[in-house]
C-alpha cells in the first residue's frame, strides 16, 4: 500500500530564512502527487501539485523519482507563511488521495 | 459561490448512541469524500461518493457508512459509537470523478463520551 512520509511533525524558521519541508512517498509506480495547506482558522486547501510544475506564494516541489520524495520549498519565509502543510500522494486515476500526517510551520519574525 | 458547508460544527455523544453528519459541496461538484482526522492518525479516508455511488471505501469498520443524494448532498453515520471516533471529520467536494483539487469544509468536531 502507499504511503506518505512527512519526518517532521514541527520546523521553526526564521523570517527570511529558506524553508524545506520534507515527504516521502512508497509507491512503486507513477504517483500524483499534492501540497495542501491548512492556515490558522481556515480550511485546508491545495496548494499545488506537482503535474502543474507551478510555484504558489512563492513555493515550490519537484517530484524525484529515485528518492521518492517531494519535498516542498521556498527561498524566504514569510510570516504569513506559518500553517500546517500536508503532502497527498494518489496512484492516479481511480485511488482516493493518502496524506502525510502533516509538518506545522512556525515562522518566527 | 459558497464554499463546502458541514453541519453540526461540533456534536457530543456517548458511547453506543449513533451519529449523522451532513455535508453541502459546492454548486455544481458532483465528488464527495470523507475523512476523518485524529492527532495520532492524521488524515484518513473514509469514503468517496460520485453522482449517487461508493466509488471509493477506506479502511474502516462498517459501523461507519454514508450516502449521497441526487442533489450530491452527503450524510456519513457511524453507529454504535465508541471513544475512539472521537475526531475532526470533514468533507471534501470536487468537480468530477477522482478530481485531485478538492475543496474541504471546516469540519465536525465529534465528542464521544
Known amino acids: 500500500a502507499q504511503r506518505v512520509t512527512q519526518p517532521e511533525k514541527l520546523l521553526s524558521v526564521f523570517k527570511g530564512a529558506p524553508v524545506e519541508l520534507k515527504c516521502n512517498y512508497s509507491?512503486?509506480?507513477?504517483?500524483?502527487l499534492f501540497w495542501y495547506v491548512q492556515y490558522s482558522r481556515q480550511r485546508l486547501q491545495l496548494l499545488l501539485r506537482?503535474?502543474s510544475r507551478e510555484s504558489i506564494k512563492g513555493f515550490t516541489a519537484d517530484l524525484n523519482k529515485g528518492e521518492t520524495s517531494f519535498h516542498l520549498k521556498k527561498p524566504f519565509a514569510q510570516e504569513e507563511d506559518s500553517a500546517m502543510y500536508y503532502c497527498?500522494?494518489?496512484?492516479?486515476?481511480?485511488?482516493?488521495?493518502?496524506f502525510g500526517k502533516g509538518t506545522r510551520l512556525s515562522v518566527i519574525a | 459561490k459558497a464554499g463546502v458547508t458541514q453541519t453540526p460544527r461540533y456534536l457530543i455523544k456517548t458511547r453506543g448512541q449513533q451519529v449523522t453528519l451532513s455535508c453541502s459541496p459546492i454548486?455544481?461538484?458532483?465528488?464527495v469524500s470523507w475523512y476523518q482526522q485524529t492527532p495520532g492518525q492524521g488524515l484518513q479516508f473514509l469514503f468517496e461518493?460520485?453522482?449517487?455511488?461508493?466509488?471509493n471505501k477506506g479502511n474502516f469498520p462498517g459501523r461507519f457508512s454514508g450516502r449521497q443524494f441526487s442533489n450530491s448532498r452527503s450524510e456519513m453515520n457511524v453507529s454504535t459509537l465508541e471513544l475512539g471516533d472521537s475526531a475532526l471529520y470533514l468533507c471534501?467536494?470536487?468537480?468530477?470523478?477522482?478530481?485531485?483539487?478538492?475543496?474541504f469544509g471546516p469540519g465536525t468536531r465529534l465528542t464521544v463520551t
Open positions: 506537482h503535474i
Open positions: 454548486s455544481g461538484h458532483r465528488s
Open positions: 509507491y512503486s509506480g507513477s504517483p500524483e
Open positions: 461518493y460520485f453522482s449517487e455511488t461508493q466509488r
Open positions: 497527498a500522494l494518489s496512484r492516479s486515476g481511480n485511488t482516493p488521495l493518502v
Open positions: 471534501a467536494s470536487s468537480k468530477g470523478q477522482y478530481s485531485y483539487e478538492q475543496y
